[in-house]
């Protein structure tokens, strides 16, 4: 039978189906989204959750005219099926195939790009201003998830909106979850409006509103109908309330909307956002205000699939799974452990031995591996939200007070808190730990996620202490050796597995500045090449080591394990002894590893060839795995092999 999502080529078509032919619709989105991300694995758990929300969004608005902004972006995948990429939509964060996030080269309906959490509300309220100063006449609909109101930047846009435009729709789309639980006392207001909705006036209009609409009295008999479970009957309430007016009060605490009214937002809510009528009939009735206005969609993580359901933190963005039963496959036994985890695990240690030693996450407890501190010790367990300024000025603020904070953040993330490292940390010299997962690609993820610029952007910064660690021993080795130094300490290690050696049950303190040699010149008469091989780019050099020796070199490879200081010592040794010398780094050549030996070398009137690899001056594609994107770019064994043979010549 044909479904009527193969009918949607573009959203016209949305205006077009009848409500039953939508829901119709919405189930066969749903059975997509479970199916066609099975194989590849994606954000399934927050798109199985927006269904509805954004069928009405489309059926209402008109993009590319209207402006869609869609906080993080990872809950695109539905609004992709609705305009234009259904194709497509199977190729999804593959090689070659759409972006997992929305993209505003890949449609004119991804009006703002993203991948990073908390901008939406601050680019929906830019272009509502450029709008207003440009006299047209389109709508902008932000929609945030109730995590985004755990970042700052959502709270700097609320508080620029009511002085710069009168015409805003801001959907808040409110499932009790981050990627974890969502926390904070934000979070604790929502669910006072949740679980005690006081009146606003806003209800009677919107009553008043809806009853014009041929469909409207449908929408709201769906709307009071309170059998269908705790959300329908949480819009019942609120609506079944219009007989006996309380309005909020501007005391808040018992679940009034005075947060949003004072911000200058009126106030919708809580409906149930898997409600297709009433979600049509609210968005209906929000074009036409002439006020700014939140709705607060109250929608399931996970919403038609059970195991979703059960599990959102697993399914709110995963590997392949079973569609039927949302089983995945466990690790093959032997296999090496993931980075994440290694680092969750030393910090227990540390913890247990130091007892001013804690741990922070930004919301990302099973990202960072944080969540086994939490488990082993959860007073000594922060997670302070989608947060990443905050949690680095709070460990700052710690470390005034004699604590060590480890601070678990990814290195891309860790971007946003840039001036609060300068400012707050190495300014002050402080001996915060920062432990920055996913240095190098997040392959499937793409450019907003890819960790390569880390180096470059604390290379700079003076008192930084800054390491690689070529393997998992070494990231645990680093992180003590971290919680002796005086000093701020930044450890940048890979997503995914580490390379499978046994971590030492007693850790070694490294050398601050000294580099491991790995591998000696021969010394056997044969051309000289030093490979300097940072991170995970160490067990590619020793790789690429054999095959040069098996053509005829003599080569030393030298594990630099600190980018910062730099060990000036022994790559010159190496860089003298040799007649060329490599650098190859997970990172952008610019400013980065490589550089930093250009300049030591350069410095010390050493004039070796120096052969850069590194990822180039782009912003890097995403892929299906890194490897596709390594061998593209040259971080490889053949690139370095062939870079090698081609400077002396050889075939
Ligand atoms: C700056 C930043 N920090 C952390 C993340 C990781 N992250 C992606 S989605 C997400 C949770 C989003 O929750 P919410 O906005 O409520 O949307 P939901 O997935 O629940 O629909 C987090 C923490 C990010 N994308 N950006």
């Known amino acids: 039978m044909s479904r009527y999502l193969d009918m949607v080529d573009g ?49 209402v608005f008109e993009t590319p005219t209207d402006k869609f902004v869609w906080d993080v972006s990872h809950q695109v995948y539905v609004h992709k099926l609705l305009t234009g990429r259904r194709d497509r939509f199977r190729t999804i964060r593959q090689t070659g195939g759409l972006n997992g996030f929305a993209l ?56 620029n909106l009511k002085p710069t435009t009168k015409k805003f729709i801001g ?29 606003n006036k806003l209800a009677r209009d919107f009553e008043n509103f809806v009853r014009r609409f041929p469909k409207g009295d449908i929408a709201l008999k769906l709307a009071h109908k309170a059998e269908e479970g705790v959300k329908s009957a949480i819009t019942g309430v609120t609506l ?101 985890d290694v ?60 604590y060590r904070p480890i601070v678990a953040i990814y290195s891309s993330f860790l971007q946003r808190a840039y001036d609060c490292i300068h400012h707050d940390v190495c300014l002050q010299d402080l001996p915060v730990i920062f432990c920055m997962d996913r240095a190098g690609l997040s392959a499937n993820d793409g450019p907003t996620h890819h960790g390569i610029f880390d180096i470059a952007y604390l290379r700079c910064l003076p008192n930084v202490i800054a390491m690689a660690p070529a393997d998992e021993d070494e990231l645990a080795d680093m992180m003590f050796t971290a919680a002796q130094a005086p000093h701020p300490t930044f450890i940048r290690y890979p997503r995914g597995a580490a390379e499978g050696v046994p971590v030492k049950a007693i850790p ?23 490979l300097f091989g940072l991170g995970p780019m160490h067990a590619i050099a020793i790789k690429a080591a054999d095959r040069l020796e098996a053509k005829g070199f003599d080569v030393a490879v030298i594990n630099p394990r600190f980018t910062k200081p730099i060990d ?11 007649e060329l010398v490599v650098t190859l780094e997970d990172h952008v050549l610019m400013g980065g590893y490589g550089s930093a030996v250009l300049e030591s070398l350069g410095e010390q009137r050493i004039t070796t060839p120096v052969v850069r690899i590194g990822w180039p001056d782009q912003f890097v594609e995403h892929a299906t795995t890194q490897d596709e994107l390594r ?5 490889s064994v053949d690139n370095t092999v062939a870079q090698v043979k081609a400077h002396f010549g050889v075939v």
């Open 11 to 59: 959203p016209q078509r949305v205006k077009e189906f009848t409500l039953n032919q939508l829901q119709d619709l919405a189930a066969e989105i749903r059975t997509e989204l479970i199916e066609g991300l099975s194989k590849g694995g994606g954000h399934l758990g927050p798109n199985l959750g927006v269904v509805e929300l954004t069928i009405a969004l489309h059926r």
């Open 104 to 159: 505003r080269t890949e449609s004119e309906h991804d009006s703002f790009g993203a991948g990073h959490a908390g901008t939406a509300l601050s680019a929906a309220l830019g272009m509502a201003a450029a709008r207003d100063r440009r006299g047209s006449k389109e709508n902008v609909v932000c929609i945030f998830g109730d995590a985004a109101l755990t970042n700052g930047i959502s709270f700097e846009a609320l508080n």
């Open 171 to 199: 959907i808040l789309n409110d499932n009790e979850w981050s990627i974890a639980k969502n926390v904070g006392a934000v979070s604790e207001y929502l669910n006072k409006l949740i679980t005690n909705p006081s009146y």
């Open 240 to 340: 079944r309330q219009t007989g006996s007016l309380v309005e909020a009060d501007g005391r808040g605490g018992q679940g009034s909307p005075v947060l949003f009214e004072e911000m200058g937002l009126r106030y919708l809510g809580p409906i149930d956002g898997h409600n297709l009528p009433l979600l049509i009939s609210t968005l209906e009735f929000a074009k036409q205000c002439d006020h700014p206005i939140v709705i607060h969609v109250l929608t399931q993580k996970g919403k038609g699939f059970d195991a979703a359901l059960k599990h959102p933190e697993k399914f709110h963005g995963l590997g392949p799974y079973n569609a039927q039963t949302g089983e995945t496959l466990p690790a093959k036994p032997g296999s090496p452990p993931q980075y994440q």
């Open 343 to 402: 680092m969750g695990q030393t910090a227990v240690r540390l913890c247990q031995q130091y007892p001013a030693m804690v741990g922070l996450t930004a919301a990302m407890p099973s990202g960072t591996g944080m969540k086994h501190l939490e488990k082993a010790m959860p007073d000594r367990y922060i997670d302070v939200g989608i947060a990443e300024e905050h949690a680095v000025i709070f460990a700052a603020g710690m470390a005034t007070m004699g």
């Open 508 to 530: 070694q303190i490294l050398e601050i500045g000294v580099a491991h040699v790995t591998r000696k010149f021969a010394q056997n008469g044969k051309r000289k090449v030093a």
């Open 568 to 578: 000036a010592k022994t790559h010159a040794e190496y860089a003298r002894g040799a």
């Open 631 to 635: 061998a593209k770019y040259g971080l």
